[in-house]
């Protein structure tokens, strides 16, 4: 099974149930922390926000519903899984006011675990698709007037007319049909881009990247290319590290 590449916090007082369930969790998805309590467990959601917590009802301390409480007053939207040996009747009315995503009733089957899981996955994807989608449109606002290109890592995702006719290029196809990523672009275009290294492939984005997350970095640019004037290169990164918007701004 491959794993998911999320973040989980799973919280459980009881050691023989924790330590197999993390060793489940851990061939199914990237990253796991793991606590005692609730009150752990909230210290550690604050420090890693992980993407989805797992958590019993009853721990002494905090309870995993006064935890989930917390959690949601802090983010709406990240999906709670709750675990209990108990009838879970009545907690009902307490989990829908908080807002758990779901129930898992002990002693826990992996068909149950699975599905709970991939819900929960997906809600996640759904939830950082959504941010990608509002960050992408206050870029697009706040840059209205330059060249946006966003990439993935190094396949483009997209990109404004402005690229397309500051490039020379008629249309999206035309890059595409060109270009399968966005460091052949540049290597094509070397006179155009000052930060391609011709020995590493992917220097151009590690010196961006490499910037301590610093994004008024400003890289200026003077194209060889006569019909093209000077610019100024800025980028972007993304919350989910993956994405970088690229902006070119040209100076008259």
């Known amino acids: 099974m491959e794993k998911y590449p999320i973040k989980v916090l799973y919280v459980e007082d009881e050691i023989m149930v924790r330590e197999p369930f993390v060793e489940m969790l851990n061939r199914r998805v990237g990253q796991i922390y793991e606590a005692a309590n609730g009150a752990e467990g909230l210290e550690l959601y604050r420090k890693y926000k992980p993407d989805i917590v797992i958590a019993d009802i009853k721990m002494p301390v905090m309870d995993g519903l006064t935890m989930a409480a917390h959690i949601r007053e802090e983010d709406p939207f990240t999906p709670i899984i709750i675990t209990t040996a108990f009838e879970f009747t009545e907690y009902l009315e307490k989990c829908i006011e908080i807002g758990v995503n779901k129930f898992l ?148």
């Open 105 to 252: 009733v002990k002693p826990l089957e992996r068909e149950a675990i699975d599905k709970a899981l991939l819900d929960a996955v997906k809600l996640v994807e759904f939830k950082k698709k959504n941010e990608d989608y509002h960050e992408l449109l206050e870029l697009l606002l706040d840059f209205r007037h330059r060249i946006i290109i966003i990439i993935d890592l190094t396949k483009v995702n997209s990109f404004d007319t402005n690229f397309l006719n500051f490039f020379g290029l008629k249309s999206h196809d035309a890059f595409y049909e060109q270009y399968h990523d966005f460091v052949t672009f540049f290597k094509n275009n070397s006179q155009n881009s000052f930060v391609y290294d011709p020995f590493s492939e992917y220097a151009w984005i590690d010196s961006f990247l490499d910037l301590n997350g610093i994004e008024n970095n400003i890289f200026l640019n003077f194209s060889r290319s006569s019909d093209k004037g000077p610019y100024v290169l800025r980028f972007h990164l993304f919350d989910n590290d993956t994405k970088v918007g690229f902006i070119l701004t040209a100076i008259d």
